[in-house]
């Protein structure tokens, strides 16, 4: 992955939805896909943030292992799963640096993640990386924005026009998208998070955010290319972000 995230990982939740701020939301959110795993299915989440899906599994009765790039973020996840008395691995590593001692029956790259992979050679070696920890068989789900749409809107800035309050305390998100003119070259995402305290004063964090868009149909390319069968698919031209569900060749 190109960017640590340390910076974002200590406001990270107010970049999150309501629904997906607890390890059970965010289990809900997915229950399509993971109601069909297993009882005491093996699982990764190779981008697991701030830990809220990685403890949801591992509440559900699942092996789970938790990766990040961000060893911030790693670290919030295994304090995550001390706060809930979950037993889960939490490390940090970089998709290419994957490995396992047995096989996992699922494997979740969620979180719109994958885009920080360099460009079409580095996507295709961190899903082979992400294939090469599955059982024959096994499923792996992938998240994304729609970049088409990204793309069709163009560089610019993007404030909230709202603000967000959460236990008593209130921040406005800001995004500033840097678009290259071809889909190969670095494109730039700054994130900023303003933070209003109660006498007025504002802090702010932020980091600049470095991404490689694709379209569906190269996710499905770099999926089979990996070694990998696309399976299901949730995306449509007007939609926002999408799900991939894609299984691990037998042999």
Known sequence: MGDSYDVLAGVYDWLVPDQLLTPQGSVAAFA????????????LDCACGTGQFAVGLALCGFEVVACDASEAMVERTRQLAGQHGVDLVALQCEWEQLTAREPFDAVFCIGNSLTHAAGTERRRAALQAMAGVLRPGGLLVVTSR??????????GLQVADRLVERGGERSLVIYSW???????????????????DSAGGVTSQGERLTFWPFRAGQLD????????????????????????TARRRPG
């Open 178 to 196: 840097t678009l290259a003119e071809d889909w190969d070259d670095p494109h730039f995402l700054d994130v900023a998070v303003a933070q209003w």
């Open 32 to 43: 399509e896909v993971v109601d069909t795993l297993g009882s005491g299915a093996r699982v």
């Open 146 to 155: 729609n970049w088409e749409r990204v793309r069709a809107a163009g560089s």
């Open 221 to 244: 390319e770099d999926l089979r290319a990996a070694g990998l069968q696309p399976e299901s698919t949730t995306y449509a031209d007007e939609a926002d972000r999408y799900r991939v």
